[in-house]
């Protein structure tokens, strides 16, 4: 999770230069309310793995230390036979991620988004590590370290940043039979039936090739989903599909159909609810990609605030092993109401307004906080700094909320 953390700069460093490609190409591959809901869902799961972490290094230590069969030697031979095996298991629960709901639901996060850019990367689940750590236990079986399996991990993870891309066509030298390309993962967040549930590899598109999972990137890729979430709610996006599958639950009469639910692949319905349904085909000109229209200052008040955020987030996730619990958790609260807030205002809510006035305010609180409320521990510049930027906040807030009024405009 450190080696990730550290590499927050470099994810956006090479944002910010596909942006600029973006830009002088006139490309439009970013959308402001996809992008910064793209990166909420980042910031939330970092927050969340906070808490939860311990289940992936608990569960692992106790099988390395009470049933391993050997101690893997510390040597680069290891590291490199653990890449390969964590690779190997990563595919195998991406692919299981597909092909079972409740594991679906724990991983459509990221394959909501209409767009296909390096933000998508970072539309991560929530929930998804509480359920992925199970898969990786035969490394700890087999005496992989934990120090050395959360390093090769992160560094799986960090690879599959830069194939969210649109810029990069194809690989040179035959790295496109061997590596997960930018190629093969734009099929993979496609929702053309074609596309759906192919290239699941993290690193190595061969254990694609091997399981009968491989598809070429042909026709145009449609991304998103087949059922659109239609939000820029952070929480929403992230719970919609448990919903969905819980309602589905509620409805049918059987009970063995009820559990079915949450164990069949995605698009299974039991027979009194219309039995499988197929995912629709879908072309470029049909495609009509959601959009909340909000007037451009009022994008641009969010996007300023977010930046703030970022800030914030950035030097809590570095700090956090020099807080106690109480600023964690107020940290975590205030990074979670901001994040939710500004999904809102994209949408257009109402009860954001309120909420916005209530974020800002608490930012004071928030200081108080890393102080543990003496505020004679504060240097002056910092409580004056956070005073102008709140009020200043407030003020320019507070002349945008005229364009709430403005009838949302649903079409890109």
């Known amino acids: 999770m450190q080696l990730i953390i550290l590499s927050i700069p470099i994810f956006f460093t090479l944002m910010g230069i596909e942006l600029l490609v973006n830009y002088l190409q006139k490309t439009h591959y970013y959308r402001l309310n996809d992008s910064i809901t793209n990166i909420s869902c980042g910031i939330g799961q970092q927050i969340i793995g906070l808490f939860f972490k311990f289940l992936t290094i ?11 069969v050997f101690t893997a030697p510390n040597s680069w031979i290891t590291y490199v036979l653990l890449f390969i095996g964590v690779d190997f298991l990563y595919y195998w629960f991406h692919r299981l991620s597909h092909e079972v709901n409740f594991l679906w639901a724990a991983h459509v996060v990221h394959h909501q988004s209409e767009e296909y850019n390096l933000s998508v990367a970072l539309r991560q689940s929530w929930l ?9 236990l035969p490394l700890a079986f087999l005496g992989f370290t934990p120090e050395m ?39 993979h967040h496609g929702s053309n039936p074609k596309y759906i549930d192919k290239n699941h590899g993290g690193t190595f598109i061969i254990w694609d090739k091997m399981f009968g999972t491989f598809q070429a990137e042909e026709e145009e890729v449609i991304y998103g989903v087949t059922t659109p979430v239609n939000s820029w709610n952070p929480i929403w996006v992230n719970t919609e599909y448990w919903v969905e599958l819980y309602r589905t ?11 079915k639910v949450f164990l069949m692949p995605p698009g299974w319905f039991p027979k009194d609810l219309g039995g499988f349904k197929e995912a ?5 000109d049909r495609l009509v990609k959601y959009n909340v229209g909000v007037h451009k200052s009022l994008g641009i008040y969010v996007l300023v605030q977010f930046i703030i955020c970022l800030g914030y987030t950035s030097f809590f996730l570095n700090i956090t092993g020099k807080l106690n619990n109480i600023q964690i958790i107020g940290f975590s609260v205030y990074v979670m109401l901001s994040i939710l807030v500004m999904g809102a205002i994209f949408e257009k809510n109402k009860w954001a307004i309120p909420l916005e006035f209530i974020r800002l305010f608490s930012s004071f609180l928030l200081v108080g906080l890393m102080a543990n409320f003496d505020f004679t ?33 649903s079409a890109a």
């Open 249 to 259: 639950a509620s409805k049918t009469t059987n009970i063995v159909d009820k559990i």
């Open 58 to 68: 608990t569960a692992y230590e106790y099988v390395f230390y009470h049933w391993k």
């Open 280 to 284: 629709p085909e879908i072309t470029p």
């Open 128 to 136: 998804q590590n509480n359920f992925s750590w199970a898969f990786y």
């Open 377 to 409: 521990a504060l240097p002056i510049w910092l409580i004056a700094i956070v005073a102008i930027l709140v009020v200043s906040s407030v003020i320019w807030y507070s002349s945008q909320i005229k364009w709430f009024k403005e009838p949302a405009v």
């Open 149 to 187: 399996f959360l390093t090769i991990s992160a560094l799986d993870t960090i690879y599959q940043f830069w194939i969210h891309t649109k810029f990069v066509k194809k690989m040179p030298f035959g790295l496109e039979n061997i590596l997960m390309t930018p190629s093969h993962h734009r099929v």
